[in-house]
């Protein structure tokens, strides 16, 4: 999962090691788990902790074409404009390889059931 998007966080491109570990990365499911949602590289994301957190907390979504949306509730000062507002209609970071791709239901179940505009 992790390497699909080699290392880095989809969203922002956090990519910390030390040495060769990585630090505050994790694999996010997009469908959540207890919904159904498989553990698979195409229902997940490789997302820093701060971006993880946020996109399980509704704040932040994707669209049918993969850019970033902001929740309207999204508030904060400077480091918010640059880690939230700065990738508002961006696209994601895709893994390299295309059977790695996150599947559609999955991006459309978060944005339905998860994102609060
Ligand atoms: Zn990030």
Not at 4 to 16: E, F, K, P, R, S
Not at 44 to 65: K, N, P
Request: hydrophobic share 40%.
């Amino acid at each position: 999962m992790l390497r699909a998007y080699n290392y880095q966080c989809a969203i922002c491109g956090y990519d910390l090691k030390y040495d060769s570990i990585s630090i505050g990365l994790e694999a996010a499911h997009v469908k959540w788990k207890q919904y159904g949602g498989p553990c698979i590289v195409n229902d997940g994301l490789a997302l820093c902790l701060l971006h993880h957190s946020a996109f399980d907390m509704r704040a932040i979504g994707l669209d049918s074409y993969l850019k970033m949306k902001i929740s309207s509730g999204v508030n904060g000062h400077q480091m918010v404009e640059k880690l939230f507002w700065d990738f508002e209609g961006k696209n994601i970071l895709l893994p390299r390889i295309k059977e790695d791709y996150l599947h559609d239901r999955f991006v459309e179940w978060h944005l339905r059931e998860v994102f609060r505009k």
